[in-house]
């Protein structure tokens, strides 16, 4: 077995405790972090093929960006597991069948013939192969209307998700940072000349 | 045999590179008393050793044999797990910094990506520390931290994208390589306004003054660590230094050409300084990029909340994405000596 089956085995090994840490562990801030392992290790996979661009991206966006801000909103609830999991019995059928009827498509896609791994052999690269620009010229070449598209649905979301919070409200004493520098010293002080007072 | 041996210098490789780093940054929080000390006009430490030059070491000493206190129900594991990661990025990222011609640790041809991908990880550290101290004063300091690092990653990723698009590559070595010339030929100069918000954002993510609200000692103790003592305190306390460097040794070779020296080019001068290795101009610059670290520190009061945030998503974002525009021209039209 050479080092890099080791190398994969491990992670592999690491990636499957990781996943089913993340819905079996109690505490839900272990189970975010958890899910950080899991996005490492798989982060690690990856750059195991030599996809250096995507495994990097995984770690930026997931675990620098998406996970940052999950943790943020997981530690804030005080969240209490238990009534949680009263109705535990009553919905585990219907749990059952939707992971069931998963597995089926999982294993229609993965077992079909798109991804009979077996039939490809990783392709050798010479050391200065770029993954990243050869991403990128296809990226922007062949594949840049579902690109363009893609991005705009995305802004889309951005735009649609503000304006759907956003709210005018009466009586806000927000600061207007522009007013506040342009405030000079006459608009703030007023200087009062007071005649002397005589002694009687 | 062979594998063994590349394992072996590789390994020497990184003791070569961070006993001088690890120095450096005992002797960074030395330099940062001394300096902030002259620019309010006292001394400094003096005591220890001559002209006080042994503080940091005592320093060192003194937080080692200090008993680490572990909170009531804190969350011990992750507890001591977090002084580590946010120690750890800081010194990672290092691997992909060139001090010279290929003087690297590691040929990563995505070296900027991973540099990102690194620097976001340093607030796990703080994060964790914050829940894990099951202190109120910790959790607003982590909160705080968690919101600021991710309004000004976003600032930094842009600047960075603009240094991507200037050179061409993601690769450390070739972006220093494309500011080859004298010093009006670094990206500071066409990337101005991108320098600018990258080092301010740098100082943001480091949790430095005057955005160190995750610290805030006048209104939260000392936020994110309060709880921390010993030497999982000093880890936190490294991991600040550390990072510092880190900033002003990327800021340095991304915007102030690396190891290249800047008279380069320049008849009379270049010749003169040609003899200078490219490390040493390296460490010119990092040092001169720390001492404005040092400097907004003695200067600047602390930025309100609301402030940081609004400069973070309201004026430097905006600021990048227009200039990612100028920058996208000008490599267009190979403008000045910048843009090949």
């Known amino acids: 077995m050479g080092f890099e089956k080791f190398l994969f085995y491990v992670f592999a090994l690491i990636l499957i405790f990781a996943a089913v840490r993340v819905i079996t562990v109690r505490n839900s801030v272990h189970a975010a972090l958890f899910l950080v392992l899991a996005f490492f290790t798989s982060a690690a996979l990856w750059l195991l093929i030599e996809a250096e661009f995507l495994a990097i991206t995984l770690v930026l966006v997931y675990v620098g960006a998406v996970m940052v801000l999950f943790l943020f909103v997981v530690m804030m609830l005080d969240l209490n597991v238990d009534p949680v999991r009263e109705g535990f019995i009553k919905y585990l059928p219907v749990g059952a069948a939707v992971a069931l009827l998963i597995v089926i498509e999982m294993g229609l896609v993965v077992g079909s013939s798109y991804f009979a791994t077996d039939q490809y052999s990783l392709v050798a690269r010479a050391a200065d192969y770029s ?16 690109f363009e598209i893609a991005s705009v649905i995305l802004l889309v979301a951005i735009v649609a998700a503000i304006s759907l919070t956003m709210r005018r409200r009466e009586g806000v004493k927000a600061q207007d940072p522009g007013r506040q520098v342009r405030a000079s010293r006459d608009d703030r002080v007023r200087l009062v000349h007071l005649a002397p007072e005589k002694k009687k | 045999m062979e594998t063994l041996l590349t394992v072996i210098i590789i390994l020497l490789k990184i003791v070569a590179l961070l006993v001088p780093l690890l120095v450096s940054v005992a002797y960074l929080t030395f330099a940062e008393r001394k300096v902030i000390g002259y ?15 042994l503080q940091p070491i005592a320093d060192a000493m003194k937080l080692m044999f200090k008993e680490i206190i572990l909170p009531s129900q804190a969350d011990r594991f992750l507890f001591v797990l977090a002084p580590m990661l946010s120690f750890g990025p800081a010194l990672a990222a290092w691997a992909v910094i060139p001090f010279g011609d290929g003087m690297l640790i590691s040929h990563l041809d995505a070296g900027l990506l991973y540099l990102l991908a690194l620097t976001s990880l340093g607030v796990y550290g703080v994060i964790i520390a914050g829940w894990s101290s099951n202190s109120k004063y910790a959790f607003l300091g982590a909160m705080r931290s968690a919101a600021q690092i991710v309004a000004y990653e976003i600032a930094m990723g842009f600047a960075l994208v603009g240094v991507l698009m200037a050179a061409g590559s993601l690769n450390l070595n070739q ?8 010093l009006l030929c670094w990206y500071w100069l066409p990337l101005l306004p991108l320098f600018v918000v990258y080092f301010i ?15 805030g000692e006048s209104e939260i103790v000392a936020g994110f660590h309060v709880e921390y003592s010993g030497m999982a305190f000093a880890v936190f306390f490294l991991a600040e230094y550390a990072n510092m460097i880190l900033v002003a040794a990327l800021a340095a070779t991304m915007f102030l050409g690396g190891w290249l020296s800047p008279f380069e080019g320049i008849p009379l001068l270049g010749n ?46 905006p600021v990048t994405l227009v200039w990612l525009l100028v920058v996208g021209l000008g490599v267009l039209g190979h403008v000045g000596p910048w843009f090949h």
Do not use: C, H
């Open chain 1, 131 to 146: 993954n990243t620009k050869e991403l990128g010229s296809v990226l922007y070449t062949f594949y840049v209307y579902p």
């Open chain 2, 201 to 215: 954002s740098g100082v943001a993510e480091t949790n430095r003054a005057p955005f160190d609200v995750a610290e």
């Open chain 2, 175 to 182: 972006i220093v390589l494309a500011q080859k010339g004298n």
């Open chain 2, 272 to 317: 003169l300084f040609a003899f200078v290795p490219g490390a040493i101009w390296l460490v010119l610059k990092i040092s001169f990029l720390l001492l404005l670290f040092l400097w907004f520190r003695a200067t600047f009061p602390r930025y309100r909340y609301d402030q940081i945030m609004r400069l973070g998503w309201k004026v430097f974002i």
């Open chain 2, 39 to 53: 620019m309010q006009v006292r001394v400094g430490p003096n005591r220890v050793g001559p002209k006080g030059w």
